[in-house]
């Protein structure tokens, strides 16, 4: 599945679980009888708030027994059968929790195979999870979300992903409708004004790979995959599938030769739904997206949605292999079903389109994923996972730290001894389960080094290393030591990893490089003569943080361009983040190496600096904010002057994916009254004709306009979110709406929130854009706190436990007030402290930072908002 930043989320996800971890025994299914076929009937008008279905389940029981479980949460069973061979055997029923459904036979059964037959109806889930009805445009529609537990919402099952078998639906829609499975349809009859399809038998699979779409659904093929394969949309949405069909090929083609098996399955649907929670989910041969990213208005190509429309159709075509195919024996191994699919199609994302400089993008994520791992709510990415409860509550570690540490092994390896290590995992475990372990061997073995032993440190536990390097006694010597990254002024456990390194320096004004393991304490390394500066970690492929005298320091950030490559550009400016929250460096340093690097001529270099300013802006005392506009005018300037206001024919993408985010920090944090002028005229513009702007510039623009807007405006844009003709716009739209500062604006936006037509999921699209300054958190958090009860009624329960995330900032009162209300039993659900206990740590280092470094960056915004002629050169520890 591909998260986009979680629904709640100002800044990243994170995890401690402080809740006891249910008795497994308790929650998994036994294997004494398992099922080795299920055909599955399901009678589907999304006109109904009801269904009906019946299963037939074949069985086989290994041991003599008298009782077997399986699940079906919420769905009533109204006639079930057990029979074996000589017969039916009696059979009662019992539920427990989770859907948890215990059958006691009549008498003990011997080993041998069985037939479970059940008939039974439910209601579609309203909350676009399990089996769930949503009407769009006055037309009804079902679709499916079973990963992880929702299967069993929608019909009997044994729903945990080691149990893969062969599945077959069949599927009865009014007769004009369209019903759409994981396979091609075998035979289809009308009768009685039903339409009943039989779809072909899946291979095998986990119940939480399933997927079914009906109503009046619109396809557009997708040529050139070599199997049959749709972009199936809603009505009224087909003329928007064209970039989707046209870009799957590639991307299908490309990881073919990579893994080198044709794609696995027998046809490929690629469904845009318009109420979903997720990026996109894998389900096999019938991928579900959500219809922002899926959908493209051709009129209107925006690059930044182009980019994720590829990279989440990567991510979700190398599942096919990576999850489908090959499947986690339990949930404690997402971590890797998801990261693999993340670092693969950023893999191929960057491989098909090199203009995209994706490489640069993704490490942005490796990068800002340290900071999170640095804090003492984070925890291993691969743990115990006894219940389903709050399995994606460390998702955003997970992806991005597995992806930072699966490319630092590919490098350490070498890609092509790394692909064959996983395509040998591949090819052992086919159409059967596997766990990391399973693959850390395939990679041991290709590789002949011991990558699993190497692999533990940074997946077995928490936290990051700090690697720092100092002059030996011998000349040409250094010495690097490891210990635990920690911000200061937090106690954590010390750990020791097994870290691959390469050294990059400069000695007599040559560059060279070095690797070597770092696996213990201390290391002494000879670099040789005339040794000016050395970068700790060549190319950033290594996740951890670093530090280097400071005198090398200040030739390290000279050197800059000429010699070290955007990636590492990108690792400094991020390093320089970690080295001030650990104390290691001071905040008008900080403010000065930033500063330093707004002249690099690498746009997605000068990406990399708009986040930290912007977190900046959250810390910065109010008496210090002109002096703060003032230097990120200052600092962004040149690449204002390189990038401009408007897109220059033929310019390089990465500029104008860059463009966007650039004004967006100009206009809001470096309150430049050039740029905010010309947003407010180009969203005028957009709203009177949506064609006269650059498509990429709509989102931000509405959201600047916002920032002083009266009422007319919040009514167009409201206006203008109901009848959005696309899903990417009415988004935009919504983000606008939550942009407003005028206090009687921000209620209204609230207020529309709850009273709206908006989608369960569209909840947060409005809070999140009010969280971007300190007025507009307090706001949400208010509100948030005055109506928990109408939000989290409209919501699936793991989402609400991201509730205490409207807590971010810098506010230790707010942080405060939200212990208090989120220690009420009435506030509580299942996963919410370790989302309480990442905000409180977010919380705490900002206070401390400001604290600590509040003066000196105010001294030195005064200061140089004064005389911007009072430059040092960047980087200069003190
Ligand atoms: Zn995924």
Request: aromatic letters at 8%; a negative charge.
């Amino acid at each position: 599945m591909t998260r986009l930043v979680s629904a709640l989320a100002y800044l990243c996800l994170a995890t401690l679980s402080l809740f006891a971890p249910a008795n497994a025994a308790d929650t998994r299914l036994g294997r004494d009888v398992v099922p080795t076929f299920q055909s599955i009937s399901l009678r589907l008008d999304a006109d109904s708030t009801s269904y009906t279905g019946a299963t037939h389940i074949e069985l086989k029981a290994t041991v003599a027994t008298q009782t077997f479980r399986f699940h079906a949460r919420g769905v009533t069973l109204d006639k079930i059968r057990f029979t074996s061979s000589k017969g039916p055997v009696q059979l009662t029923t019992t539920t427990g929790d989770k859907g948890l459904i215990t059958a006691t036979l009549q008498r003990k059964i011997t080993p041998g195979a069985y037939k479970l037959d059940i008939e039974f109806h439910d209601t579609f889930n309203t909350d676009a999870v399990g089996l769930y009805r949503m009407e769009k445009d006055g037309h009804a529609y079902a679709f499916t979300q079973f990963e992880a537990d929702y299967a069993r919402d929608a019909f009997p099952c044994w729903d945990e992903p080691s149990i893969k078998i062969p599945y077959q639906l069949t599927i009865s829609v009014p007769k004009d409708e369209i019903a759409i499975a994981n396979t091609l349809p075998e035979k289809e009859t009308v009768k009685d004004g039903w339409k009943t399809t039989v779809f072909k038998t899946t291979r095998p699979l986990p119940s939480y790979l399933l997927a079914i779409a009906t109503g009046d659904l619109e396809l557009v093929d997708i040529p050139g995959l070599g199997v049959p394969g749709r972009v199936v949309t809603v009505t009224g949405q087909s003329q928007l599938a064209k970039a989707a069909a046209e870009n799957t090929a590639p991307i299908l083609h490309a990881l073919e030769a990579y893994f080198g098996t044709p794609y696995p399955y027998d046809k490929l649907d690629l469904i845009a739904v318009p109420e979903y929670w997720a990026g996109a989910m894998e389900n096999a041969g019938a991928i579900t997206f959500s219809d922002r990213i899926l959908l493209q208005d051709p009129a209107a190509q925006n690059v930044n949605q182009m980019r994720l429309l590829v990279m989440v159709t990567a991510h979700e075509l190398s599942h096919m292999w990576f999850g489908d195919l090959v499947t986690m024996e339990w949930w404690d191994d997402l971590w890797l079903n998801e990261s693999f699919a993340d670092w693969m199609g950023d893999k191929i994302t960057h491989e098909l389109h090199p203009e995209y400089a994706w490489n640069l993008t993704s490490l942005q994520d490796s990068q800002r994923i340290m900071f999170q791992d640095a804090q003492p709510s984070t925890r291993a990415i691969r743990q115990p996972i006894d219940s389903t409860d709050n399995l994606f509550e460390n998702v955003g570690l997970a992806y991005n730290k597995g992806k930072a540490v699966l490319s630092m092994f590919e490098r350490w390896i070498g890609p092509e001894t790394f692909q064959k290590g996983v395509n040998a995992y591949l090819k052992a475990h086919a159409w059967g389960n596997a766990t990391a372990d399973d693959l850390w061997k395939e990679l041991d073995h290709a590789s002949g080094k011991n990558v699993s032993q190497l692999m533990a440190g940074f997946i077995e536990q928490p936290g990051l290393p700090l690697v720092a390097l100092e002059s030996g006694s011998e000349p040409g010597t250094f010495i690097l030591t490891q210990r635990r990254f920690t911000n200061l002024g937090v106690d954590q456990p010390n750990l020791s990893w097994k870290i691959p390194i390469t050294l990059k320096f400069e000695h007599d004004g040559k560059v060279d490089t070095q690797s070597l393991l770092l696996d213990t304490p201390e290391q002494t390394v000879n670099l040789g003569a005339n040794v000016s500066w050395v970068y700790p970690n060549q190319d950033a492929y290594g996740y951890f943080r670093w530090t280097i005298p400071s005198e090398m320091l200040k030739s390290l950030a000279a050197a800059g361009v000429r010699s070290l490559t955007p990636r590492e550009r990108i690792g400094l400016i991020s390093n320089s983040g970690a080295l001030l929250l650990a104390g290691a460096i001071h905040g008008d340093d900080y403010l000065r190496t930033l500063e330093a690097m707004g002249g690099d001529p690498e746009p997605l270099v000068l990406s990399s600096l708009l986040e930290p300013l912007q977190n900046l802006k959250v810390m910065i005392p109010a008496d210090a904010s002109p002096g703060f506009a003032a230097y990120v005018r200052r600092t962004l300037a040149p690449a204002l002057d390189r990038v401009g206001m408007s897109a220059a024919p033929g310019e390089a993408e990465a500029i104008s994916v860059v463009r966007p985010r650039l004004l967006g920090a100009l206009a809001d944090e470096g309150q430049d009254a050039k740029v905010q002028s010309f947003a407010k005229t180009e969203a005028k513009r957009f709203l009177e004709d949506p064609a006269s702007i650059d498509p990429a510039l709509a989102g931000t623009v509405l959201i600047l306009a916002a920032h002083d807007g009266d009422r007319a405006l919040f009514d167009a844009y409201r206006v203008h979110a109901e009848g959005a003709k696309t899903p990417a716009v009415r988004s935009q739209y919504l983000n606008g709406l939550g942009s407003f500062r005028k206090p009687e604006l921000r209620a209204a936006a609230l207020e529309y929130v709850l009273s709206g037509p908006l989608r369960p999921n569209e909840i947060f699209t409005v809070t999140r854009a009010m969280g971007n300054d300190e007025a507009g958190r307090e706001e949400t958090y208010r509100w948030m706190t005055e109506h928990y009860e109408a939000i989290t009624g409209r919501i699936p329960a793991e989402f609400a436990s991201f509730m205490p995330f409207f807590a971010t900032g810098c506010s230790e009162e707010r942080l405060q007030h939200a212990r208090t209300f989120f220690a009420d039993p009435k506030h509580q659900v299942s996963g919410q402290d370790v989302q309480l206990a990442e905000v409180t740590d977010q919380v705490n280092d900002c206070v401390r930072l400001r604290e600590r470094e509040g003066e000196a960056m105010t001294a030195y915004l005064d200061a140089t908002s004064r005389s911007s002629s009072a430059h040092r050169p960047a980087g200069s520890p003190r």
